[in-house]
């Protein structure tokens, strides 16, 4: 199905363990995007990313990792997770000539 | 830096009220700009957009006029139904797809 796709929904992890956040998208988009959103904040920008083997920091990137060695896939990894990453995560992927963001439903990751 | 601000609500209206969300932004030079609708346990999706100043965005009854004067982007709708119970998010990017900023989000809650 075309569109973009978070797995896991839901995860639940220890202290400490290291858990990588999927998302793949069908469109071929250009520029993809995580978010984390937290009650009080609203959305912040993790990490994004203009294109294959390109990316950059956001506003909150302490504590993670990206990559993207494909168009389509743009994995996020919490090193060594702590509570203060229990958060919602959403990714989401745009191209240029359109001008939206297409978000995906979003990984609820708690961290105990 | 780039930023924007909107009521953070909750808003509770009855069924067939007027709605307006107020939403400002702070940006040097004109950025696109956007209302994304979450819905319960959802991603956001695009509810509409606007790309210069003067422009008016409208999706399924909503409304929103790019005001430069004002640097201000308000959502309206004339009669809310049960079903736009969501939160919505006002939100800049430039360069057309690019660094989005998001507002806080508005919780509204509409009473049959």
């Known amino acids: 199905d075309a569109g973009i796709t978070q797995s896991p929904r839901y995860k639940i992890t220890e202290t400490g363990r290291q858990v990588t956040l999927m998302c793949h998208q069908t469109w071929s988009h250009s520029y993809m995007f995580w978010y984390r959103q937290d009650l009080g904040h609203g959305l912040r920008l993790i990490y994004y990313?203009?294109?294959?083997?390109?990316?950059d920091k956001g506003e909150v990137p302490d504590g993670y990792v990206v990559s993207r060695s494909k168009t389509e896939n743009f994995p996020l990894t919490l090193e060594s997770a702590t509570r203060s990453q229990t958060s919602v995560y959403f990714c989401?992927?745009?191209?240029?000539?359109?001008?939206?963001?297409?978000f995906g439903q979003g990984t609820r990751l708690t961290v105990v | 830096g780039n930023s924007v601000t909107q009521m953070e609500g909750p808003v509770t209206l009855s069924e067939e009220a007027f709605l307006t969300i107020n939403c400002t932004y702070t940006a040097t030079g004109y950025p696109s700009l956007f209302w994304y609708v979450q819905y319960p346990g959802e991603g956001l999706q695009l509810l509409l957009k606007?790309?210069?100043?003067?422009d008016k965005g409208s999706n399924k009854g909503f409304e929103a006029t790019y005001r430069k004067e004002t640097t201000s982007f308000h959502l309206e709708k004339g009669s809310v139904q049960v079903s736009d119970s969501a939160v919505y998010f006002c939100a800049l990017s430039f360069n057309y797809g690019q660094n989005f900023v998001f507002g806080p989000g508005t919780r509204l809650s509409v009473l049959p």
């Open positions: 606007a790309t210069k100043a003067d």
């Open positions: 990313s203009a294109a294959a083997d390109i990316t």
């Open positions: 989401a992927s745009s191209a240029l000539t359109e001008g939206e963001a297409f």
